[in-house]
């Protein structure tokens, strides 16, 4: 996918991808249960042909398509229960919880500490909150010149 949208890119043109790097998800205090609910979610997206860890993948496959990496941008959200990243999990987490149990991917006892550690952690001022890692990367396709010339300069080594 990535070389399809680099060959439709004009000289100069950008890609611009958002995506996970899903390292850094956290609860605190923290949360034997969230860790597992976690990893039942990364199982989930795996079971669906999906990749919780794109973004680390992308750099690579962008320069392979012949793009130039121009920016690499990491984002984590927090905060406490009345926060939007500490919501947003809220509504996620929960809710699907009970989708990874009836899949097999947590079990009811996982299932029923997350449920518990959360229902705490929503009624804790001070409980922090921390999300995925997403990442903002952008990479460019080089111009028709800087191509000839990075042709020319590898074929006489240069």
């Known amino acids: 996918?990535?070389?399809?949208?680099?060959?439709?890119?004009?000289?100069?043109?950008?890609?611009?991808?958002?995506?996970?790097?899903?390292?850094?998800?956290?609860?605190?205090?923290?949360?034997?249960?969230l860790r597992a609910a976690v990893r039942a979610t990364r199982a989930w997206y795996a079971s669906r042909?999906?990749?919780?860890?794109?973004?680390?993948?992308?750099?690579?496959?962008?320069?392979a398509a012949g793009l130039e990496i121009i920016d690499q941008t990491p984002h984590v959200l927090c905060g406490g229960p009345d926060s939007p990243a500490f919501r947003w999990a809220g509504a996620f987490?929960?809710?699907?919880?009970?989708?990874?149990?009836e899949q097999g991917l947590l079990s009811t006892a996982e299932r029923a500490r997350f449920l518990a550690e959360w229902a705490a952690a929503e009624a804790?001022?001070?409980?922090?909150?921390?999300?995925?890692?997403?990442?903002?990367?952008?990479?460019?396709?080089?111009?028709?010149?800087?191509?000839?010339?990075?042709?020319?300069?590898?074929?006489t080594g240069g």
């Open 1 to 33: 996918m990535v070389r399809r949208l680099a060959e439709l890119l004009s000289p100069g043109g950008v890609l611009a991808v958002e995506d996970y790097q899903h390292e850094g998800i956290a609860l605190f205090p923290e949360s034997e249960g």
């Open 124 to 155: 804790n001022p001070d409980a922090m909150f921390f999300s995925p890692m997403v990442v903002d990367l952008a990479a460019r396709r080089r111009s028709a010149e800087a191509s000839s010339a990075a042709a020319g300069g590898a074929s």
């Open 49 to 63: 042909g999906g990749d919780a860890f794109v973004a680390a993948r992308l750099p690579g496959w962008m320069r």
């Open 93 to 101: 987490f929960p809710h699907y919880s009970a989708a990874l149990e």
